[in-house]
Structures are given as structure tokens and as C-alpha cells.
């Protein structure tokens, strides 16, 4: 079995739930629809809201945002602002009844393919993307709608994020890539490269409810 056939076994079974599926997670109290990424399947959301960089004050945009976290729990422990995005409708609709659910004020939730639909004015303290890490080749057809959250084909969403992201960020600050280990590093560099960035690995470790080494990435503009 290759790896992306393995990923798409992992799509297969994160719908084999009775949905909607209940968390409950420091405090917040949510739910992850059908045709969400399943948070049990998927667990990357645990170690990446455990590991997040001191985010006190800060404006965060959460790029493709799932069921919610780790951007509610943010936005709810003292992040100035939130706005969540992601391509799928049911994430978006997902995110904001959590957000409701929880009674967090300071998020906006929007559909957006990445940046599209980010106004161009908008600033941010920190870009968070856990991306679709899973390389298939280029011309790779989707087979259904969730596959775009673990599949990116040529890297060409992740060419897409480092290429416009920068110009969202403000005079400080930095997006936080999240890319485990055992994957296309050399293209990830290539485009670091391509766009003149500075990359700093500013976590990685492991989950108690993943084999998986996670890493988090710091990423800025050079000058």
C-alpha cells in the first residue's frame, strides 16, 4: 500500500462515525460533522493547539479551519482576534456552530480557497495553516470533497500559501506551517527558497494518539 493509498484509507474511515461526533476539550465543548476531517482519525489538531507559540494579543488566521480547533481554543484563551477559513462549506458551517456553541465572540468564519477570499487590507500576527501534506502528482484528480484536506497535488496549494501568505502577515509577523516529518521536505525548501523566506522549525514531537512526529514551522518575510 503507498502512502497515499493509506491516506485515503484514513479519509475513508474518518466517515465510518455516527456523526455528529462530541469533544470536549479544555473547557470547550464541541462537535465534528460528517464530511469534516474526524478529529479521531485526524489528530494532528491535538498536538498543534498543545505546541501553538504564545499567542496572547495576537490577530491569527486559521487556514483551512475543520471542525475548529485549534483556532476556537485560541480565540477563547486570549487571541485578539480570529478569522477561520477553509474551501468546504461544511467546515465553515461546522467551525461557526462550535464557535456559537462556546459562546467565542472575537472569530469570523469564511469559506476561502486559502487567500482568495481574505480581504487584501487584512493583517495578521500569525497565518496557522496544518496542511493537506500528502504529495500526489500533479495532475491528481480529487475523488470527493475531503481529499483536498490531506492531499495536495504537486504541492501546488502549498506553492499557493508561501507565494501569497507573506503579504498578510504584519511587519512582525509569521506563518506557522504546520508539515510532519517524513514528507516532501525538498519541495517544501524550494519554495521557501522561491519566495525569499526565512523557515525556522520552532516545534516537533509527538502525540500520545499518534505515531505521527508533527513539526511546526516559523516562516517570515527576509527583509
Not at 500500500?1 to 455516527?18: A, F, I, P
Not at 501546488?156 to 521536505?185: C, H, Q, W
Request: charged residues 25%.
Amino acid at each position: 500500500m503507498t502512502d497515499l493509498d493509506h491516506v485515503r484509507l484514513r479519509l475513508e474511515r474518518s466517515q465510518d462515525h455516527e456523526f455528529p461526533l462530541r469533544i470536549d476539550y479544555s473547557g470547550l465543548k464541541l462537535t465534528a460533522s460528517e464530511g469534516v476531517l474526524s478529529p479521531l482519525e485526524f489528530t494532528g489538531w491535538r498536538w498543534y493547539t498543545e505546541n501553538f507559540p504564545p499567542f496572547a494579543g495576537k490577530r491569527i488566521l486559521e487556514v483551512g479551519c475543520g471542525f475548529g480547533l485549534p483556532g476556537l481554543y485560541l480565540a477563547k484563551c486570549g487571541a485578539l482576534s480570529l478569522v477561520a477559513c477553509d474551501i468546504n462549506p461544511k467546515a465553515v458551517a461546522n467551525t461557526l456552530e462550535n464557535a456559537e456553541r462556546n459562546d467565542i465572540k472575537n472569530v469570523e468564519v469564511i469559506e476561502s480557497d486559502i487567500f482568495n477570499n481574505i480581504p487584501s487590507e487584512s493583517k495578521f500576527d500569525f497565518i496557522f495553516w496544518n496542511c493537506p501534506s500528502e504529495f500526489a502528482p500533479k495532475d491528481y484528480q480529487y475523488r470527493d470533497d475531503l481529499e483536498p484536506a490531506a492531499i495536495d497535488p504537486g504541492y501546488g496549494l502549498l506553492r499557493r500559501f508561501l507565494s501569497e501568505g507573506p503579504e498578510f502577515l504584519s511587519a512582525s509577523g509569521s506563518i506557522l506551517l504546520g508539515f510532519p516529518s517524513g514528507l516532501r521536505d525538498d519541495l517544501l525548501w524550494e519554495r521557501i527558497t522561491a519566495n525569499d523566506l526565512i523557515c525556522e522549525l520552532i516545534r516537533s514531537g509527538t502525540h500520545s494518539y499518534s505515531s505521527y512526529k508533527y513539526r511546526m514551522f516559523s516562516i517570515r518575510r527576509s527583509t
